[in-house]
Each structure stands twice: as structure tokens, then as C-alpha cells.
């Protein structure tokens, strides 16, 4: 069975639902420069994969495997060094509005408000005031921010930081939002709620979301399905689909669930196995 036929299984679709493709990569060979020591490596090679329209694809693997890189690379932060990589049969080659970035650090500007930064996409393309404060009010709403919008960065806490940086790419309204290990830098109770609003989030905008993650309880946790990768230069070794509900999914229950429970060993073993 190819993945799309197993993402439709997975989700209990008919074959005609089967989603369009929205990122294809083919044979792809990336290479990681460190420009201040003048040194690169090879990051990914040889990775082929698709990513589905409206799916939350979740990147797991050991450090080094590149999952970094293929953010950035598939953000259009990096070129390709053989291989193809495209975005509905168009090939990436450059940053672009339709792609939103979650980084690990909240890159919120300390001298504007929340608001603020949250429409600060907007302002850059030109959106009137009104407008942009409106989506942006919209968005913070969303994320349960509401109440802060005219606070600044420092008066916020690091899972409030986190999600005002959900809410700005968010109100930029991109086919596809990319996330990079976004949840790492807070503390684990944080973490757990923040998992829980990000699956309400993305079901109340259904947008593609692309998540790379170090934590394999996190990755079938939230993912449709999930990739792992080999030790760098990462390769695909396996995907996964999750076939849990994802309505109303909380940490509790999960914990609870058999076949949440064996789908996570089993990624672990693949991992483990992988690093080996």
C-alpha cells in the first residue's frame, strides 16, 4: 500500500478522498554549511517523501538526522543540492508567504506588543492597520491570548511566547505551517498543554502542518502520521500512520490507550534501531 493510500486507511476514507500532494521531494541531498568555520555536511541524502494536503506529519529521528535542515530547506532557507523539491508541482526556491515557520525560539520582536507581533507578517505585506489588528485579534483568540495583546514579550510566559509565535504564522495564513522542535524550550507540564492546543488549533484552521520533533511521545501524539529518519545523512527508514481519533485527544487519555501505546514503542524501537 503507497502512503497515499494509507493515509486515506488511516483516516477512513474512501479511496477518492485520498488528499492531493502538497510537498514532494525526490531523491533529496542537502548539505549543511557552518559559514563562521567555513565546514558543511551532509545532512540528508536520498530522501524521498510526500507530504499531504491538510495532513500533520510529524519528523522524528536522532540528532543529526536532519530534520532541522529539511525545515529550512523545504522553507526555501537552503537550496537543494541534488534532488527535487516541490510545492504543488512547483519547485521551491526561495522563502515565500504560503510557508510559515515555528522556530524553537519565539523571534518575537521585544520592543512591539503581542499584537503587534502577531500582525507584524501582515504589516510587511501591506495590510491596512485595521485589517491586520482585526486577523491578528482573531488569531490570539484562537491561541487564548486575548487578554494579552498589549502586553510585550517580557511580561509573557515561555508558553504564552510559544503560542503568540503559533498565532503570528498562523495570521499570515499559510498552506502549510513548519515547525522546528517548537515546543522544546518549555518546561514538560507546558508542553503538554501546548501539544493539546496546538491539535485544537489545527483543527479549528485546517492547514498542512510539517512538525520535527526529538520526543517520539510527542510525534504520535500529535501526527497523522509519522517519518523516521536514519542517523545523519538522514534517510527515510519508516512511515507510520496514526490511526487514533483525533478529537478532543488529551494527554490523559493517551496515556490510557493501548494502541497509542504500542504505536509509540514501536517508533521508539524504530528509532533505537535506526541509531543503532
Known amino acids: 500500500m503507497n502512503d497515499a493510500a494509507r493515509f486515506a486507511h488511516a483516516a477512513g476514507a474512501a479511496p477518492a478522498a485520498v488528499p492531493s500532494v502538497k510537498i514532494a521531494i525526490r531523491d533529496l541531498r542537502l548539505e549543511y554549511v557552518n559559514e563562521e568555520r567555513g565546514t558543511s555536511h551532509l545532512a540528508v541524502e536520498a530522501l524521498s517523501l510526500d507530504i499531504y494536503e491538510n495532513e500533520f506529519l510529524c519528523v522524528v529521528g536522532p ?34 508567504a504560503d510557508r510559515g515557520v515555528v522556530f524553537q525560539e519565539y523571534a518575537l520582536l521585544p520592543w512591539k506588543t503581542v499584537l503587534e507581533n502577531v500582525g507584524l507578517g501582515l504589516k510587511l505585506r501591506g495590510v491596512a492597520k485595521a485589517e491586520r489588528d482585526a486577523v491578528a485579534r482573531r488569531f490570539l483568540e484562537l491561541t487564548n491570548l486575548a487578554d494579552a495583546a498589549a502586553k510585550y ?8 511566547k510559544q503560542r503568540a509565535a503559533v498565532a503570528r504564522t498562523l495570521a499570515n495564513q499559510p498552506e502549510i505551517m513548519l515547525m522546528d522542535e517548537p515546543f522544546a524550550a518549555v518546561d514538560a507540564q507546558t508542553r503538554m498543554t501546548l501539544q493539546e492546543e496546538l491539535l485544537r488549533i ?6 498542512t502542518v510539517l512538525f520535527v520533533t526529538h520526543s517520539v511521545d510527542e510525534a504520535v501524539f500529535l501526527g497523522t502520521r509519522v517519518v523516521v529518519l536514519t542517523p545523519g ?23 490510557a490507550d493501548p494502541a497509542y501505546i504500542a504505536l509509540r514503542d514501536q517508533v521508539l524501537d524504530l528509532v533505537r534501531s535506526a541509531r543503532a
Do not use: Q, Y
Open 63 to 96: 540528532s543529526g538526522c536532519g530534520k532541522s535542515t529539511l525545515i529550512a530547506a523545504i522553507a526555501g532557507f537552503l537550496r537543494p543540492r541534488a534532488g527535487t523539491l516541490e510545492m504543488e508541482g512547483r519547485p521551491i526556491v526561495r522563502p515565500g
Open 202 to 207: 489545527w483543527g479549528s484552521t485546517p492547514t
Open 233 to 255: 545523512p538522514g534517510r527515510v527508514k519508516a512511515t507510520l500512520d496514526v490511526p487514533l481519533s483525533r478529537e478532543h485527544r488529551n494527554w490523559r487519555d493517551a496515556n
Open 153 to 160: 514579550p517580557h511580561e509573557l510566559s515561555g508558553g504564552m
